[in-house]
């Protein structure tokens, strides 16, 4: 009797592990078919990391720190918790500005970079004086200010939401004095960076009194170089102390096991169950591409170079496509896609010929000019070649996307019961005053090789690509809003 109820007892214990076994291979299958584990889904440590590089390491303009990287790293940290909470939400808009900021200050550095070295310092002064540099500086500190202190505001807003609903209240001592003082640093880096072109706004007459009471010759200059070390050094220590406390918080959070398992659990949810959530993560992703893309068709010029060029709406809207694409392989346009892969090389070959071509041209003499010619015959042929595949670019696209369009408004209509007036069945009204209109406006941007783009030419010709630029990204906007209008109660 005694050996019975031992091997029933053993055989109980078996299936216990048994069951607990199963559960742990279908809990980790789950997680790994659908790509859903924690690691993947956010890390904290990442928004650690990426404070770094916003704390500015700069020598000679130099920054070795990039915010583009630190802001990449932190989008990573915060990862999906943006689709579960409001406040990483907001976080991860502010990251997605600051990119856009960062970039164009980054542009900016490579010109001021670019004139320094090739066309020597007087040029380099003519473009970017005192006054537009003062002007830039205060405008990047501030904007880079205000979106800092949102950004990691709005963090530290969601981790305190979550320290409460998982138990973590060790980490509740922290989560106001870090922010207050990432708040003190970035306030003070603003003032500091800017402080270091105020002797811009010095006259000639102050900088002659000052001379004179230092006994020492003393320009803009001079007092800027002055200035930079000391301020920098202020800076650099005030960023290492604001680290040393953010840095191993964040580290500290990421090793909390109660805290990225209820965080991962409502993420999980969302994206399992919510087929609707997913749907309008795509459209959001897809259509932020194209219009994106759509901001690349305007003609930049800057010193003569195109700096939004071409082939960047073919990469965007490949890319786009691609995202639609993966959520249902019926849809697509084999045109479209031809033509974007044979515009991509056409675009791209006929900015890398403009820009060999206007380079060259600065530095050669007027007898040598006619060398250049068979360089410009090229870059005119290759652009006027992928203007015209623009054109049949933007004919495809727009069938392509009311054919989008039209599928999910079936569907709505069908499965959902959804009710839709004959006007707003119609996609397609309008289709041939907007096909002559974008005629129109593909014929303008051929003229940018033909006519001088200065004064008033390069005016009007500007202006007529930014207002069809427009119009496209606002009727993209509304056609996804129409879209996620068919799946609202």
């Not at 973590?168 to 800017?194: A, E, R, Y």
């Not at 953010?246 to 580290?251: C, I, K, L, S």
């Not at 959530?277 to 068709?297: D, H, I």
Request: proline share 2%.
């Amino acid at each position: 009797m005694k050996n019975w109820k031992s091997s029933r007892a053993d055989l109980k214990k078996i299936r216990v592990k048994k069951s607990n076994s199963v559960r742990k291979r279908e809990d980790f299958r789950m997680e790994h078919d659908t790509g859903y584990n924690g690691k993947k889904l956010f890390n904290f440590v990442y928004i650690g990391i990426g404070l770094i590089f916003l704390i500015d390491f700069n020598i000679n303009t130099v920054d070795f720190c990039p915010d583009l990287l630190g802001l990449l790293l932190i989008s990573a940290g915060i990862g999906k918790i943006c689709y579960v909470n409001e406040d990483f939400s907001k976080a991860k808009f502010y990251v997605n500005v600051f990119f856009a900021v960062a970039s164009v200050k980054l542009a900016l550095n490579a010109v001021y970079i670019i004139l320094l070295y090739y066309k020597g310092y007087y040029v380099y002064k003519e473009i970017f004086d005192d006054n537009i540099v003062l002007l830039l500086t205060f405008i990047f500190s501030a904007v880079e200010f205000f979106l800092s202190v949102n950004i990691f505001r709005n963090i530290f807003k969601g981790l305190k939401e979550y320290f409460y609903m998982s138990d973590g209240l060790l980490h509740l001592k922290n989560i106001s004095v870090i922010p207050s003082v990432l708040n003190i640093f970035f306030f003070v880096k603003f003032i500091l960076t800017f402080l270091s072109q105020i002797p811009s706004l010095f006259s000639e007459s102050a900088l002659d009194s000052l001379s004179i009471m230092f006994n020492t010759y003393l320009d803009i200059d001079i007092l800027k170089n002055m200035l930079v070390s000391p301020l920098f050094i202020i800076q650099t220590l005030f960023g290492i102390f604001a680290l040393s406390l953010a840095v191993p918080f964040f580290f500290e959070i990421a090793k909390d096991k109660n805290l990225y398992n209820f965080i991962k659990s409502k993420i999980n949810y969302i994206l399992i169950n919510d087929i609707f959530f997913v749907l309008k993560r795509t459209l959001n992703t897809a259509f932020s591409l194209f219009m994106a893309g759509c901001v690349f068709f305007i003609d930049l010029q800057f010193d003569n170079i195109n700096i939004l060029p071409d082939f960047m709406i073919c990469i965007l809207f490949i890319t786009g496509i691609s995202v639609i694409k993966s959520t249902d392989n019926k849809i697509g346009n084999k045109k479209l896609d031809v033509y974007l892969i044979i515009n991509l090389f056409f675009s791209l070959g006929a900015y890398i010929t403009e820009t060999v071509y206007k380079f060259k041209a600065f530095y050669s003499l007027t007898e040598n000019m006619k060398y250049l010619m068979p360089l410009r015959l090229a870059w005119n042929l290759l652009y006027h070649s992928s203007v015209i595949l623009f054109f049949l670019i933007f004919i495809e696209f727009y069938y392509f996307i009311n054919d989008f369009r039209q599928k999910h408004l079936e569907f709505s209509i069908t499965y959902l019961n959804k009710y839709i007036t004959a006007s707003e069945k119609n996609l397609y009204k309008n289709k041939n005053m907007i096909f002559i209109a974008a005629s129109v406006i593909f014929s303008v941007k051929t003229l940018s090789v033909i006519l001088p783009p200065v004064g008033i030419v390069l005016f009007i010709h500007s202006l007529f690509l930014i207002v069809f630029a427009f119009y496209v990204i606002r009727s993209l906007y509304r056609t996804k809003e129409d879209i996620y209008s068919y799946y609202m109660k």
